[in-house]
């Protein structure tokens, strides 16, 4: 995640756009009286900032920089505002010239994420490990361990993690990126423990408890475990569609027969949760279609199915399971259309 230095963006939560107003007015004032001033440059340059308009916080730190190109912090935020603005070359520019003068961890970092948004892959590698061999902050070392992810370094991604999450053992990100790792490298047991770990380091981590369902069914060992985190999750977020997709497909797995059992009830009542949360979650439709199929409700599977490849037609496995009910019913057209389609997907 890339920051800016010195700021605080719960500013933006604590004043009313009245008082953000006059901020700004007061601010422009200043430079007004004082257009040489590097600190009024400076200053209203940080406001735009504060408030996500990178573009025209841009002119006010340059004019800043040019005044005191040595001042560290409005150099730092110049450059990642033209990074984060597509300008690559200038932030790359003036990061040079800030290493020059004060070589440090951060900027190995930021020229890593200059280097990464320019596609070059293995320059990006060896700035993110300088900085975390510089100064191995938990920061350091899960940008280096998420670019070798990225780009299927995944033996040495697991290396950088456990190492992280050694020196950080409270650190819930750093689990997460060491159990991708170990998924990755098909160590699923090890996968789903840590990410385990991860979600009752903190519950409330959107990326880990997404992931740990995703992977709900690679480890019957840790199945129990992982539908009770996903069924903790779903309290603290009962209005996020993907938590209750997720705990309905743990539910699912942990019903063994179909039938009108607690578990079956419960997942139809988070997949129906989920679709009406999120009206266009095609993997909810078509797990619903599954559900209503095992229950020999064809007519509302059907129409599951259809909501399925309606939002999303590459699903192939969605047509499958429609043809086949398509066929089943007495609807052998639209049954040969559908599995020609599945075919057709196959093939891609």
């Given at each position: ?19 953000v ?94 280097e ?13 490990e ?40 409270r ?29 009752d ?72 949760r ?21 229950e ?26 429609l ?26």
């Amino acid at each position: 995640m890339l920051l800016f230095s010195g700021l605080s963006f719960l500013f933006l939560a604590c004043v009313s756009p009245a008082q953000v107003a006059r901020t700004e007015s007061i601010l422009r004032e200043q430079l007004r009286l004082q257009p040489d001033s590097f600190q009024a440059n400076h200053a209203l340059g940080e406001f735009y900032i504060r408030q996500h308009n990178l573009k025209a916080a841009i002119p006010y730190l340059e004019k800043a920089r040019q005044m005191d190109p040595a001042q560290y912090d409005n150099a730092y935020d110049l450059a990642l505002a033209y990074l984060e603005t597509g300008m690559t070359a200038q932030s790359r520019a003036v990061i040079i010239a800030l290493v020059a003068k004060k070589d440090g961890a951060e900027l190995h970092n930021l020229l890593g994420d200059v280097e990464e948004r320019e596609g070059h892959v293995d320059a990006a590698a060896q700035q993110y490990e300088a900085a975390a061999r510089m100064d191995p902050t938990e920061k350091n070392l899960f940008d280096l361990g998420s670019d070798l992810l990225r780009h299927r370094g995944f033996e040495p991604a697991l290396k950088v993690f456990m190492f992280g999450a050694g020196r950080y053992p409270r650190s819930a990100r750093l689990r997460v990126g060491l159990g991708i790792s170990h998924y990755s490298l098909g160590q699923y047991d090890d996968a789903v423990a840590t990410l385990c770990q991860a979600v009752d380091l903190d519950p409330k981590d959107t990326k880990a408890i997404d992931f740990l369902g995703k992977v709900y069914d690679v480890s019957p060992q840790f199945a129990d475990e992982v539908t009770k985190r996903l069924a903790h999750f779903v309290q603290i977020y009962p209005d996020n569609a993907a938590a209750n997709y997720y705990y309905a497909l743990s539910l699912r797995k942990r019903a063994v027969e179909p039938g009108s059992n607690e578990l079956q009830r419960g997942a139809e009542f988070h997949l129906l949760r989920a679709v009406k949360l999120d009206p266009g979650y095609a993997d909810a439709h078509f797990e619903l279609g599954l559900f209503y199929e095992d229950e020999k409700q064809d007519a509302k599977a059907i129409q599951e199915y259809q909501l399925a490849v309606k939002l999303r037609p590459e699903l192939s496995k969605a047509h499958y399971h429609l043809g086949r009910l398509y066929q089943k019913n007495g609807h052998p057209a639209r049954a040969q259309k559908e599995l020609e389609t599945f075919e057709a997907l196959k093939t891609k």
